[in-house]
């Protein structure tokens, strides 16, 4: 790793390469060159242990998709940008390496190869892992949604499920956790079955659960998202089990409780349990460097620096956390807002914005919070969101959700052919499944 001979300047280290990092990079690099002097004494390191960035939006799509020419290639194609693809015209130095610790003292970040990286400004956009909550046989049994290995690993292990299935058999698959992730997923599951009956001239029956154990699905949405998903579904014959808690799990069956009883538990059999139940952050800091909530994201104040243990020190003063890393609490709510893509973006730009006006020593910009528009597909060519006050629905819902996509990959390459190349590429795939 050639990480010393590039950073001999007073190091900004952003690390991850996800929808936060790349954001706050991208903006910190816009600013130098309003200042281009302090390229002289400042270089931007970019951090990840992979070599590319993730559209996780269309992460559904890759687990889900039936047509033949959907190689493990051309889907990696579709929804990952190489990561020095984003940042070639940039001055922007991209490391691959794997981040394992922190030492704030010394003002160093630690990789599992053992050499360390000296910083000035550290951002923390490592995103977030699947969270079990140390429910039994959870972990063991089920396979998560999160990266893009996990859904080629889920599409091909529903294959090979449906494979061992009789001709006119039913495939039951159990959804534990009813977010954006479980509900767009169980609604494309039903499109994957049908898709793989036609191809077959099968008539395997798709029985699929989706479990939540707030009361409706969606929770932290508003009532008429809630109400229109929830109408969707039934509709697609998903079945919900909301205000149920998974309680455990085995290799045949998820074994689910009532929040409003606690003792009878009803037994849900399955092929496939998928878990999208929740997640906490990639935390890199041992206990008591940064003051941390529980699950594992770092608390900030409004300028998304980390807060110190104790409120007397300031430790953590150069230090920066984003996205699914950061836990900033609403000033109208005192809330944590769901984590989002969204989110990231805007609080990585702000992180970059914070690290440029120290550097001059001007005054910090607070973080704001809007009400980003979100849509949700909910199977086929449908999908339920809001803009502003507008609410959307159907095909309108699902062709916006596409549109985000092509505005997004324009944003991050800046080169509108590489960027509308990428973007076909994964309609072609990924609207045939629709
Ligand atoms: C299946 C799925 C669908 C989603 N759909 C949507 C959606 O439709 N809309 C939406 O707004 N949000 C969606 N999200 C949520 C969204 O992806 C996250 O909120 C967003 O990615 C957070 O951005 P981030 O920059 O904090 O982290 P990430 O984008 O996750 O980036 C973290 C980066 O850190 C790297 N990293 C992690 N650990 C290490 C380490 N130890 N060393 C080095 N590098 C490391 C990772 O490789 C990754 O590149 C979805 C998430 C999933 C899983």
């Not at 972990?139 to 001709?167: G, N, P, Q, V």
């Not at 949405?221 to 919900?240: E, Q, S, V």
């Not at 409004?302 to 104790?310: E, I, V």
């Not at 990231?344 to 690290?355: F, T």
Request: aromatic fraction near 10%; charge should be positive.
């Amino acid at each position: 790793m050639d990480i010393q001979r590039a950073m001999v300047k007073k190091n900004i280290v952003i690390l991850g390469a996800g929808f936060g990092g790349i954001a706050c990079a991208m903006k910190l690099e816009k600013l130098f060159q309003k200042k281009r002097a302090l390229f002289k004494d400042f270089a931007i390191a970019l951090i990840d242990k992979r070599n590319y960035h993730l559209y996780t939006p269309a992460l559904y799509d890759v687990a889900t998709t039936a047509v033949d020419d959907a190689s493990p290639l051309n889907i990696k194609k579709a929804v990952a940008t190489p990561t020095e693809e984003i940042i070639e015209h940039s001055r922007i130095k991209f490391v691959q390496g794997h981040v394992v610790g922190a030492n704030i003292t010394e003002k160093k970040i630690l990789f599992s190869d053992e050499t360390a990286l000296h910083y000035e400004y550290l951002v923390l956009a490592l995103g977030s892992e699947m969270a079990h909550f140390g429910i039994p046989g959870v972990k063991e049994h089920s396979i998560s949604l999160k990266w893009l290995d996990d859904a080629i690993h889920i599409r091909a292990t529903i294959r090979r499920k449906y494979e061992e299935k009789a001709h006119d058999s039913q495939l039951s698959m159990v959804v534990g956790g009813g977010g954006p992730t479980g509900v767009e997923f169980a609604a494309e599951l039903l499109g994957y079955i049908r898709k793989l009956n036609l191809k077959s001239g099968r008539a395997v029956r798709p029985i699929i659960t989706v479990v939540e154990g707030a009361p409706t699905i969606l929770p932290g949405f508003d009532a008429w998202t809630t109400r229109t998903a929830t109408k969707r579904l039934t509709a697609l014959g998903i079945f919900l089990k909301t205000g149920c808690l998974v309680s455990r799990a085995d290799e045949k069956a998820v074994f689910i409780k009532s929040s409003s009883d606690t003792v009878t538990e009803e037994q849900l059999p399955y092929d496939v349990f998928i878990w999208s139940g929740g997640v906490q952050a990639v935390n890199i800091f041992s206990a008591g460097q940064v003051a941390q909530e529980k699950r594992g994201k770092m608390e900030t104040d409004a300028y998304m620096t980390c807060l110190s243990p104790d409120k007397h020190l300031d430790v953590a003063r150069n230090i920066f956390a984003i996205g699914d890393n950061a836990c900033f609490y609403d000033p109208r709510t005192h809330r944590s807002p769901a984590a989002t893509a969204r989110l990231a973006i805007e609080q990585g730009k702000v992180a970059a914005e914070n690290v440029f006006r120290d550097i001059l020593g001007s005054p910090r910009k607070v973080f704001k919070i809007w009400r980003y528009p979100y849509v949700i597909p909910i199977g086929g060519k449908y999908a339920v969101g809001k803009i502003g006050p507008f609410k959307i629905e159907g095909l309108l819902a699902w062709v916006f959700h596409e549109l985000v996509e092509l505005y997004y990959l324009w944003s991050i390459t800046n080169d509108n052919w590489k960027a509308l190349k990428r973007w076909w590429r994964g309609l072609e795939i990924f609207s045939k499944n629709d």
